[in-house]
């Protein structure tokens, strides 16, 4: 089993920045496809951004694309979000995903992770 714990979220400025962590334990996830997935009150969790296992061929939905950053410290255990000029239409709860496929391509798709976080609630005021 693979445990996954978010951080870093918080109220920022339209404009501003921040980190989001993800901290995996239980077992080591260097071999997963790893992906943030958010989730907005009233809509449904959709796709932010995911890298496969060997860290090339990141994708990212096209609203964040230019501005989000995702990254990973093998030795860690640990994946990151870096989010930039951020905005209010980026407010929702964040969600790390682990899926442990050899896919050189990372899935988009919730349906395609096994393991989730708690969420960490992220607010950007205008």
């Known amino acids: 089993q693979v445990q996954l714990v978010e951080s870093g979220g918080g109220l920022v400025q339209a404009g501003g920045s921040l980190r989001l962590s993800c901290a995996a334990s239980?077992?080591?996830?260097?071999?997963?496809?790893m992906g943030w997935f958010r989730q907005a009150p009233g809509k449904e969790r959709e796709f932010v951004a995911a890298?496969?296992?060997?860290?090339?061929?990141?994708a990212y939905a096209d609203s964040v694309k230019g501005r989000f950053t995702i990254s990973r410290d093998y030795a860690k255990n640990t994946v990151s979000l870096q989010m930039n000029s951020l905005k209010p239409e980026d407010t929702a709860v964040y969600y790390c995903?682990?899926?442990?496929?050899?896919?050189?391509?990372?899935?988009?798709?919730?349906?395609?992770?096994?393991?989730w976080g708690q969420g960490t609630q992220v607010t950007v005021s205008s």
């Open positions: 890298m496969p296992w060997n860290g090339i061929n990141k």
């Open positions: 995903a682990a899926d442990p496929s050899s896919d050189p391509l990372a899935g988009t798709s919730a349906d395609e992770y096994h393991y």
């Open positions: 239980g077992r080591t996830v260097s071999s997963y496809a």
